[in-house]
């Protein structure tokens, strides 16, 4: 027999709300009330259940309200409706209660063949009442919660506690404000990665009715985990460290690092060796890229370093502050006067100009002989300035040449190059006797082949073309993912490579949306074991380390990185350990099992929403179980991630010991015998050594033992 809607409506019932704050509803429930599966919600469902959702109805809809504790009170023996109970003893009776956390509205709609229709919306204006009914919510109301918000396009996963109803998100909310996923090793965070970004892919491709999304996703994988994940999505650009067959050689050149990254990875001081590399990279990046370096043209390049020096000491007052000053810059006048050498290719007016120049820096030289010189006067070091200027003119200069230029524009030079320059410069800025050990790293680098690999290559690199291969072309036409494998990246300089692409990345893209009228090209960057690579950094370090700089790049992308179409999506089984300012610009977040309680106390900080109970699920959520909130969703959810065949998940697994020791669950050869795991130490160790390479160049050292 069906039921009358108000005698339905009142079957839902499970009791009264006992109090009522804005942050917490106390309900009493009734005696009839379900006490392990409620039957009348349309299909059989567990209550009461933690972090399961209840209605309160009001006049503006229903409040939605989330279960957090259920307890059992002793009280009074309680009047049943409907029966008078005579002559009983008034005993401690056994009542259930339990206290909700308050969400947001529901509201009805309409109806659409037999089905109810409902919308959720975040957010609460008015309580109820102490005394107001606490119903079950149906099955359309449930699912209405849980697939609540616009342009829900890719399903990600089901809700456990709203019966299984489908979660869906918006990449727009996903990505484009920024995702942190978070969780224990071994709670499913790799699969999640790949998950979101194949199954946003499959979404997108299948809007486009078939062909392939114009989609950028650049994924940072330090322990090479994603090689082979993305098989079946198209063209998947790979690069490592060691190319094979579908993965390229991982190529990031020395000319791509500014002056802040070759200051972390030289470490140089702030007085004398950072301004003569930064004056080093500004004359090695200067002058045409294209053509040949003619004797006229090495010569107005080095008379417009001399310009800019002298400009430098005259704005210091050097040459007239005393004798020690007067005899430096006396010192570096001779240096530079070596340095001004006539060539027969000259023309007459340059070697005019030339010929003056020297004239009066021998004439200045002349009058400061000894330990202890006379100042020179402000005139003196004025008419040399304009000397200078007038040979720099001679050569093709012009005023605007003069002007240092950026430190930091991407133009392309070699390592012998930069070691040159820094020499160079350091005999014009009179600093040659403490920059030693900076040109010592940068041998160090230069001379280390496994660096060599990734950093080198100027003639086969050009920026437009690495754009290409890493960021993607036009339409995504060489595919739409990404991976750079850092695993084997030697540890000296893995932090400078990941900040080198992670900076190009957003300046490409602030360069695109520049040139484009204010249209972004939306770009994702993954950063997988992020606790490495994001971490905090002392803020009062003088030298900033390779570490720190490259936390700072993801820092500036994290704070704007949204305005120029670039999202960032960190996963880290360790917050506590991940950069403040990161963190907090994460609008979304994907929480897995999280169980150490420094990253617990962290994860409750970052949460805005009033969720203590749901968020103590985190130490004892199951694989592939995950809390999502924030931006991506309208209220916070439980999902159980959609399932990833174990040909598309990374490589992550935990080890097989068991099947190692015993031999039961090894892979199988073709005769159905067990695939045992041999070692070749000796593979492993020439490998290891390079000796492969280093025998196919000079040949097999053993074949002429006799």
Not at 309 to 320: D, K, L, S, T
Not at 396 to 402: K, L, N
Not at 471 to 480: L, M, P, T
Not at 522 to 539: C, G, K, N, S, W
Request: charged share 25%.
């Amino acid at each position: 027999m069906s039921l009358s809607p108000l005698a339905y409506a009142d079957s839902l019932r499970i009791g009264t709300i006992d109090f009522v704050s804005p942050d917490e509803i106390k309900v009493l429930l009734d005696i009839e009330a379900p006490d392990g599966v409620s039957l009348n919600t349309g299909t059989p469902r567990p209550f009461p259940r933690i972090n399961g959702y209840v209605l309160a109805p009001g006049d503006q809809g229903y409040l939605v309200a989330q279960v957090e504790w259920i307890t059992v009170e002793r009280s009074q023996y309680p009047k049943r409706k409907g029966m008078q109970d005579f002559g009983l003893v008034d005993l401690p009776y056994p009542l259930r209660k339990m206290s909700l956390n308050p969400l947001g509205l529901l509201f009805y709609t309409g109806g659409v063949n037999g089905t109810d229709r409902y919308q959720f919306k975040r957010g609460v204006q008015t309580y109820p009442s102490v005394g107001d009914p606490v119903l079950l919510p149906t099955q359309d109301q449930l699912r209405a919660i849980v697939e609540s918000g616009e342009k829900r396009r890719v399903k990600i996963g089901v809700s456990p506690l709203a019966a299984n109803a489908e979660v869906r998100i918006d990449p727009d909310r996903l990505f484009g404000r920024h995702l942190a996923v978070l969780g224990n090793t071994g709670s499913g965070k790799s699969c999640s990665v790949a998950g979101l970004i194949r199954w946003s892919m499959d979404a997108a491709k299948k809007e486009r009715g078939g062909n392939d999304p114009n989609a950028r996703f650049i994924l940072l994988d330090p322990n090479g985990e994603y090689a082979s994940t993305f098989k079946g999505m198209g063209k998947v650009r790979v690069f490592a460290v060691d190319p094979a067959e579908g993965v390229d050689q991982l190529q990031v050149p020395l000319w791509f690092w500014n002056s802040a990254e070759w200051a972390a990875f030289t470490q140089a001081s702030a007085r004398a060796q950072r301004p003569t590399l930064i004056q080093a990279l500004r004359s090695v990046r200067d002058g045409s890229i294209d053509a040949a370096i003619t004797p006229s043209h090495d010569a107005r390049r080095y008379l417009r370093t001399l310009v800019s020096a002298v400009q430098v000491e005259r704005n210091a007052g050097g040459p007239w502050k005393g004798p020690g000053p007067a005899r430096g810059f006396r010192d570096r006048l001779r240096a530079w006067d070596e340095g001004l050498v006539a060539d027969a290719s000259f023309t007459q007016k340059e070697g005019a100009a030339l010929t003056q120049l020297t004239q009066q820096i021998t004439q200045l030289l002349s009058t400061r002989q000894g330990d202890w010189p006379a100042v020179f006067t402000r005139q003196e070091v004025d008419a040399l300035l304009q000397e200078l200027s007038q040979a720099h003119s001679a050569f093709g200069g012009s005023a605007t040449d003069v002007l240092p230029i950026d430190a930091d524009i991407p133009r392309p030079f070699t390592g012998d190059n930069l070691l040159r320059s820094v020499e160079a410069n350091a005999e014009l800025m009179g600093t040659s006797e403490y920059v030693e050990t900076m040109l010592m790293r940068i041998r160090t680098i230069l001379s280390d082949s496994r660096m060599k690999t990734i950093t080198g290559g100027v003639e086969n690199t050009g920026l437009a073309e690495w754009l290409t291969s890493y960021i993607g072309d036009s339409e995504a036409s060489n595919g739409s993912v990404t991976v750079i494998d850092l695993s084997l990246v030697p540890v000296e300089v893995v932090h400078i490579i990941t900040a080198v692409i992670a900076r190009m990345t957003l300046e490409a893209l602030q360069r695109y949306r520049k040139l484009h009228s204010g249209k972004v090209l939306p770009t994702v960057l993954v950063m997988e074991e992020a606790h490495t690579f994001i971490r905090r950094y002392p803020d009062d370090a003088e030298n900033q380390s390779s570490a720190a700089i490259c936390c700072q790049v993801f820092e500036k992308i994290a704070r704007e990185g949204r305005k120029f179409g670039l999202g960032l999506v960190l996963s880290s089984q360790r917050p506590s350990e991940l950069s403040q300012t990161v963190l907090s610009q994460c609008n979304s977040y994907l929480l897995h099992r999280i169980s150490n309680d420094r990253d617990q106390e962290l994860v409750h900080k970052l949460v805005p929403d009033n969720l203590r109970g749901l968020l103590r699920d985190l130490p004892s959520l199951p694989s592939r179980n995950a809390i999502l909130l924030g931006w991506a969703s309208e209220l916070p959810v439980l999902v159980q991630m959609n399932s990833l065949p174990k040909e598309q998940r990374p490589k992550s697994d935990d080890p097989d010991f068991w099947a190692v020791w015993s031999g039961d669950g090894l892979d199988q050869t073709a005769d159905g015998q067990p695939l045992e795991r041999a070692v070749d130490w000796e593979s492993i160790a020439a490998d290891w050594q390079q000796l492969s390479t280093q025998e196919e160049a000079e040949g097999d050292p053993k074949d002429g033992d006799g």
